[in-house]
């Protein structure tokens, strides 16, 4: 599998989900702009707050998606690690995953690749661990076949 490629598409992932983010954001705004040209009283101070309050909620999603895509920047492509780490690749008995930002199941490649935060549980047990080395997942035991 090739992890360059892999970042390559989790970034187009991502930035699909930024610009998701944005459009809501930005037309739970205008909602919101637009109930406030009238007034006509309660009814409509309270609509505006409620769009108000949905154009932060995207804006907060939105502002998280870009933190996870700076995460990813970070990453070295071409970096290897012969220990569990943010940016290992780990082939496993259980599957493939990315130690990385959480994005869950990612199909790439004909595979399926698990992105997981390093602080996530299954992300905290790979860390300092090598190739070789025993790890639960779904409660059963696993094993880390390589590190790339």
Do not use: C
């Amino acid at each position: 599998m090739n992890k360059q490629e892999l970042i390559a598409y989790m970034k187009g992932l991502l930035d699909d989900r930024m610009q998701v983010a944005w459009e809501a954001m930005e037309a739970a705004q205008d909602s919101a702009n637009d109930q406030s040209k009238s007034s006509a009283g309660d009814k409509y101070e309270t609509a505006r707050s409620m769009g108000q309050l949905d154009r932060n909620m995207h804006a907060r999603q939105y502002e998280q998606v870009r933190q996870e895509r700076v995460l990813l920047e970070r990453i070295g492509e071409t970096e290897t690690s012969s220990r569990g780490a943010v940016g290992a690749l780990l082939e496993t008995t259980a599957g493939w995953f990315f130690i990385s930002v959480s994005l869950g199941a990612v199909k790439f490649d004909s595979q399926t690749v698990l992105a997981v935060s390093s602080s996530s549980p299954v992300g905290l047990s790979f860390l300092g661990k090598e190739a070789g080395a025993q790890f639960q997942f779904l409660n059963k035991p696993h094993k880390i076949i390589a590190i790339h």
